[in-house]
């Protein structure tokens, strides 16, 4: 096993932050390369100014620098072919190819592949034309789940639960193209508490990573607008192994297996948003690439080597992991006014003083400070035996923060704390 090996991790947020951190703890790993990265991530790796979708650019720094992998966080990367690129060039890439990805970047594609291949999950119509959408929202009992066909940052579905909300949603997808042109997939509303279930996966072979559940409304109680995710737990107690081992064998590894026998092998993180209903896991959604924030508390409990893992699925060769028994529970600080506009520039005091882990989200570094650059700026990572432990830890870590334009919930984890007690 060479230790001398050098890593590129795309994008800026505290989900690459995480996976900076993992790499960091590898043996085989000598200099890790971000790129754009952020103020936190500096600490760890050498940021490059280099933008996500600037795909001509990472190559040819990448070629330049002697990269031995790439590792991409943003589906924006993925979206515009950086696999592709980069294994046309004969340079190794961890990320799945755009076609691959369009699991994601197409929420009617996706829906499409599943009924193909019996993958359990919400029947659904996809529209583009608003008046026949907003008819057949009419003719169906509340609530309504209202998805934006293409990538829209976590932002663009609703779970309208009254006609009101989904006309509204309606209207901002089809007409007022609030995320651009594009298609709507109206779903039925599946019962049950949400889980995240990230796979490595490399064709047919499926590596499970430890499960995590995360919150997307802004504020305690579960209310406000729905986020980009605002905090996450992982261990998560209601899902049993028996439940585990269902959502393995009959959504991820089918998955895998229906990419492949399709043509379009999957290689990367595949995520399975899932939902525990009455009949069993059934897919919410999937996305192409480590989610955020349920990255910042699964990588942190893998104790075997990342690196080792993702070259492992670059290579198509087996790779076990070892999982720590330990609870990990992270609070988002986020700038007040998110999701809407909110003010970007206001220092950050007290970091030095936070015990835990921290994961910069959105942050610059500007006159020697850190400061806010983001709508989610922080993640405190608590770590414990169990998850109540895990989540004083966070707390604490949180009350040591000083920033006058920071917001975040106090009740992460409520659910499993709860059963936990």
Same mark, same amino acid.
């Given at each position: 096993?060479?230790?001398?090996?050098?890593?590129?991790?795309?994008?800026?947020?505290?989900?690459?932050?995480?996976?900076?951190?993992?790499?960091?703890?590898?043996?085989?790993?000598?200099?890790?390369?971000?790129?754009?990265?952020?103020?936190?991530?500096?600490?760890?790796?050498?940021?490059?100014?280099?933008? *996500?979708?600037?795909?001509?650019?990472?190559?040819?720094?990448?070629?330049?620098?002697?990269?031995?992998?790439?590792?991409?966080?943003?589906?924006?990367?993925?979206?515009?072919?950086?696999?592709?690129?980069?294994?046309?060039?004969?340079?190794?890439?961890?990320?799945? &190819?755009?076609?691959?990805?369009?699991?994601?970047?197409?929420?009617?594609?996706?829906?499409?592949?599943?009924?193909?291949?019996?993958?359990? &999950?919400?029947?659904?119509?996809?529209?583009?034309?608003?008046?026949?959408?907003?008819?057949?929202?009419?003719?169906?009992?509340?609530?309504?789940?209202?998805?934006?066909?293409?990538?829209?940052?976590?932002?663009?579905?609703?779970?309208?639960?009254?006609?009101?909300?989904?006309?509204?949603?309606?209207?901002?997808?089809?007409?007022?193209?609030?995320?651009?042109?594009?298609?709507?997939?109206?779903?039925?509303?599946?019962?049950?508490?949400?889980?995240?279930?990230?796979?490595?996966?490399?064709?047919?072979?499926?590596?499970?990573?430890?499960? %995590?559940?995360?919150?997307?409304? %802004?504020?305690?109680?579960?209310?406000?607008?729905?986020?980009? !995710?605002?905090?996450?737990?992982?261990? #998560?107690?209601?899902?049993?192994?028996?439940?585990?081992? &269902?959502?393995?064998?009959?959504?991820?590894?089918?998955?895998?297996?229906?990419?492949?026998?399709?043509?379009?092998?999957?290689?990367?993180?595949?995520?399975? !948003?899932?939902?525990?209903?009455?009949?069993?896991?059934?897919?919410?959604?999937?996305?192409?690439?480590?989610?955020?924030?349920?990255?910042?508390?699964?990588?942190?409990?893998?104790?075997?080597?990342?690196?080792?893992?993702?070259?492992?699925?670059?290579?198509?060769?087996?790779?076990? &992991?070892?999982?720590?028994?330990?609870?990990?529970? !992270?609070? *988002?600080?986020?700038?007040?006014?998110?999701?809407?506009?909110?003010?970007?520039?206001?220092?950050?005091?007290?970091?030095?003083? #936070?015990?835990?882990?921290?994961?910069?989200?959105?942050?610059?570094?500007?006159?020697?400070?850190?400061?806010?650059?983001?709508?989610?700026?922080?993640?405190?990572?608590?770590?414990?035996?169990?998850?109540?432990?895990?989540?004083?830890?966070?707390?604490?870590?949180?009350?040591?923060?000083?920033?006058?334009?920071?917001?975040?919930?106090?009740?992460?984890?409520?659910?499993?704390?709860?059963?936990?007690?």
């Amino acid at each position: 096993m060479a230790a001398d090996k050098k890593v590129m991790v795309v994008g800026s947020g505290g989900r690459c932050h995480a996976i900076v951190d993992a790499l960091s703890r590898s043996p085989q790993v000598t200099k890790i390369y971000c790129a754009p990265g952020n103020a936190g991530i500096a600490e760890q790796a050498e940021c490059v100014p280099i933008g *996500v979708t600037n795909i001509d650019a990472l190559v040819g720094f990448a070629r330049d620098n002697g990269i031995d992998m790439t590792i991409v966080g943003p589906e924006a990367s993925l979206a515009e072919g950086i696999a592709d690129r980069f294994e046309a060039e004969g340079l190794k890439i961890f990320g799945p &190819t755009k076609k691959a990805a369009r699991i994601e970047s197409s929420k009617e594609y996706a829906k499409q592949l599943m009924e193909r291949h019996n993958i359990p &999950t919400a029947g659904y119509k996809a529209f583009d034309n608003y008046d026949e959408a907003w008819e057949y929202v009419k003719s169906r009992p509340l609530p309504a789940v209202v998805k934006y066909d293409g990538l829209a940052a976590g932002k663009g579905v609703v779970v309208a639960t009254t006609y009101m909300e989904a006309e509204a949603a309606l209207r901002d997808m089809l007409l007022d193209s609030a995320f651009g042109d594009g298609r709507v997939v109206i779903e039925d509303f599946l019962d049950g508490p949400e889980f995240s279930f990230m796979c490595v996966v490399s064709g047919r072979k499926v590596y499970p990573l430890a499960v %995590a559940q995360d919150h997307k409304r %802004a504020y305690d109680g579960d209310k406000g607008p729905n986020t980009g !995710g605002m905090g996450a737990y992982s261990p #998560v107690p209601f899902v049993t192994e028996e439940v585990r081992q &269902t959502a393995l064998h009959d959504i991820m590894q089918r998955t895998a297996d229906a990419l492949a026998d399709e043509g379009v092998p999957f290689k990367g993180v595949l995520y399975g !948003g899932l939902v525990l209903t009455d009949e069993g896991p059934k897919v919410i959604e999937f996305n192409a690439r480590f989610g955020d924030p349920e990255t910042e508390v699964v990588l942190p409990r893998l104790e075997s080597d990342i690196y080792e893992l993702f070259d492992a699925a670059c290579e198509g060769r087996d790779c076990p &992991t070892q999982w720590s028994d330990d609870a990990c529970l !992270g609070i *988002v600080m986020a700038s007040e006014g998110y999701p809407g506009s909110y003010p970007k520039g206001t220092v950050i005091e007290g970091l030095d003083k #936070v015990g835990c882990k921290v994961y910069h989200m959105g942050t610059a570094r500007k006159d020697g400070k850190i400061v806010t650059a983001g709508g989610r700026v922080l993640m405190i990572v608590g770590r414990g035996s169990d998850l109540p432990e895990a989540r004083m830890d966070a707390l604490e870590g949180v009350k040591l923060v000083e920033c006058a334009t920071l917001f975040n919930r106090t009740d992460i984890g409520h659910q499993a704390v709860e059963i936990e007690k």
